[in-house]
């Protein structure tokens, strides 16, 4: 067997990862005939593959790479906890120090009375957490018919069985038989594509409500909780009207159910706050965490709880857990990634500094022929793309054709921006510099460009 290193011709990587690497959200025989882009090392913000081509990763990763690449000291406290503790687990009663100063941590940047950390290797793991942990909350309150957990379409909340239901992507229910009973979807507050002829003021109420109407629907007595992203992320960066999230509050507030915020993208620091919860001013019983927690230098992920939930489910014994809970080397590294952004003030930076510049050039986007909204909150932002502005019209071919035009386009001018059918989206590391930005917009624009002229020429507009 020949050893496989960076230094191998680009297409023999290419030919042995179709053979025996399944990738996920891909059509394995299109990766196979067209190779997979092969990366092979980062730095701040920027990526580098096999050709040598420097790539401004506008989106930190998977949304994640929150404090930029090649972090030494993450490498450090990652060797170092290896060598002392690699592994030990937080079942029958053991626990580790780092585990200890990571909840601690954590308790001390969470809202209000959030407390209390069960952990996960990922987001999805947490979300499964989360379903498993309502029901038994409620369950141990003398109320087990409570078990509903309405969420949205549109909405990302994993992969797993728990988190795809969770989730609201027909794709994804497609496939394998889902929902999991008792998870009830309602419709998501974006006004660009459903708003119709409502003020986005008026349409976010209106989806809000939707929530009480489910409620009454389905009974009181069987909904146990409420499930969101503060900001949909993988939905295409939707950023609800400023009415949505208020009655939303005063929904679950009056219902007495539980909300569940999922921080996956918007904790950390990605909204210009630690939590997209204080962003958009909720209060949530649970928050899902992972990505950003260690800026996606180890798999992690949790469920940060309140005192009351907490409580109830302490009061018995929770039949759930993964052995990489609480993983001492994935604490450890995460501990560091927090203590980074603190010591580098990464939040302020976010919300004083980078954010407000980005948001000036992001929402100067608008005016390009091809764009027809640019949303931005924090280091999350969108634009959606039209051939007519003012109906909000799609294009003349298949939803995602020129998201996916754009996509192509912006790889080839070094850029790594994301499609979601017609909408762009980026994510960057929140330690992005001005001049940075100025080229994330540059080669945006340049890629804007081309797309347009090349939509044209097909007659797609
Ligand atoms: N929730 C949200 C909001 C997410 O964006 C994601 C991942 N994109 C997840 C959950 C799932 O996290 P993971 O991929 O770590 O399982």
Redesign the pocket.
Known sequence: MTTITNHMPTKELQALDAAHHMHPFTTQTELAARGARVITRADGVFITDSEGNEILDGMAG??CVNIGYGRDRLADVAARQMRELPYYNTFFMTTHVPVIALSQKLAELAPGDLNHVFYAG????A?DTNIRMVRTYWAQKGKPTKKVIISRKNA????TLG?ASLGGMSGMHAQGGLPIPDIHHIDQPNWWSEGGDKTPEEFGLERAQQLEQAILELGEDRVAAFIA?PIQ??GGVIVPPATYWPEIQRICDKYEILLIA?E??CGFGRTGNWFGSQTVGIRPHIM?I??GLSSGYQPI?GSIVCDEVAEVIGACEFNHGYTYNGHPVASAVALENLNIMQEEGIVDHVRDVIAPYLKTKWEALVDHPLVGEANIVGMMGSIALTPHKESRATFAADAGTVGYMCRERCFANNLVMRHVGDRMIISPPLVMTTAEADMLIERATKSLDECYAQAKKEGLM
Do not use: C, R
């Open positions: 998977l949304w990922s987001g999805s793991e979300n990302y909340h994993g992969s988190g992203e992320g993988a999922d996956v993208i899902t992972a990505k992920g």
